[in-house]
Nanobody, 125 residues
Framework: QVQLLESGGGLMQAGGSLTLSCAASGRTFSGYVMGWFRQGPGKEREFVAAIRWTDGMTRYADSVKGRFTISRDNRKNTVDLQMNSLKPEDTAVYYC??????????????????WGQGTQVTVSS
């Protein structure tokens, strides 16, 4: 059983930066695709970014491309989401997710089997 735990959320002013981190218990991320999703107030959950553990290939939503960076740390077995130039519309609960098939980087949440509890990010204008 894979358990994911997000950390690093908080309150930030627009234009600022935050880094979210996702740690796993139960196994390593090796061979997985790891993703970040978010759900803003009154909105559906949406894809933000994902990374393929084997080679570091990444995929981003257009709304965050150029501002957010997803990365992995093999030693710590964590996946980070560096968020720069934050906007009020980035306000959401951010979720870490894991897809064990590990080859294709999907942006559909239905493809991810394991989910964290989420961490709140609030960006004030």
């Amino acid at each position: 059983q894979v358990q994911l735990l997000e950390s690093g959320g908080g309150l930030m002013q627009a234009g600022g930066s935050l880094t979210l981190s996702c740690a796993a218990s139960g196994r390593t991320f090796s061979g997985y695709v790891m993703g970040w999703f978010r759900q803003g107030p009154g909105k559906e959950r949406e894809f933000v970014a994902a990374i393929r553990w084997t080679d570091g290939m990444t995929r981003y939503a257009d709304s965050v491309k150029g501002r957010f960076t997803i990365s992995r740390d093999n030693r710590k077995n964590t996946v980070d989401l560096q968020m720069n130039s934050l906007k009020p519309e980035d306000t959401a609960v951010y979720y870490c997710a894991a897809d064990r098939q590990g080859a294709i980087i999907f942006n559909a949440e239905s493809k991810y089997e394991y989910w964290g509890q989420g961490t709140q990010v609030t960006v004030s204008s």
